[in-house]
């Protein structure tokens, strides 16, 4: 089975700054890759996936994400953060042969003004 | 648009009830999951299902079961609720033989005292 590891649990982050959200996953032949956010008292929405092909994603409300093969790391990004990105961020990962997601323990951000 | 409904948002049980948690989903989608939600510990694999009848144990089954009878409905069980099943349960959907990307309900927020 795939594991995941969001290396910051809490990320503060100050309005129209940068953010960036760690994500390693264990090694394996062929993975599926995704970001979904959180934000408070709703159910989970996907953010961006990598099935194959480029390794520079780009996802709703302005987020992006690099898959690295070689670091097995799936970082996500934004150059310009507001209020409302105010969530919980996950982090997830399937083998391209099973359709069970792996979780990662997610990422609060909090952005302030 | 996609659709998974859960039936209660909140729900507050005594110790040692039962505990029905319902899950409605109009995608037409072959399977359906169950994962549990606490703080520092992302999502994890409760129960799945692939088909009507059909179940598969995830990470953390003991103390819970499942029942699909129609496709469109998966309802976790909790024979008899214990406090540390105080957590927020998320219902998700997934095409068959797809990608492992998910669709979630709003999560149902169960408290046990």
């Known amino acids: 089975a795939q594991s995941v590891t969001q290396l910051d649990s809490q990320v503060p982050v100050f309005e129209e700054a940068p953010v960036e959200l760690r994500c390693n996953y264990s090694s394996s032949v062929s993975v599926y890759l995704f970001w979904y956010v959180q934000y408070p008292n709703q159910g989970l929405q996907l953010l961006l996936k990598y099935l194959s092909g480029s390794t520079l994603v780009k996802g709703i409300n302005g987020f992006e994400a690099e898959f690295n093969k070689s670091q097995t790391s799936f970082h996500l990004r934004k150059p310009s953060v507001h209020i409302s990105d105010t969530a919980e961020y996950f982090c997830?990962?399937?083998?391209?042969?099973?359709?069970?997601?792996?979780f990662g323990a997610g990422t609060t951000v909090t952005v302030r003004a | 648009d996609v659709k998974v409904t859960q039936s209660s948002r909140y729900l507050v049980k005594r110790t040692g009830e039962k505990v029905f948690l319902e899950c409605v989903q109009d995608m037409d989608h072959e399977n359906m999951f169950w994962y549990r939600q606490d703080p520092g510990l992302g999502l994890r694999l409760i129960y799945f299902s692939y088909d009507v009848k059909m179940k598969e144990k995830g990470d953390i089954p003991e103390g819970y079961s499942v029942s699909r009878e129609k496709k469109e409905r998966f309802s976790l069980i909790l024979e008899s609720a214990s406090t540390n099943q105080t957590s927020m349960y998320l219902c998700a959907t997934s095409t068959g033989g797809g990608t492992g990307e998910l669709f979630f309900g709003e999560g149902s927020r169960l408290t046990v005292l």
């Open positions: 997830a990962v399937s083998g391209s042969n099973d359709y069970k997601l792996s």
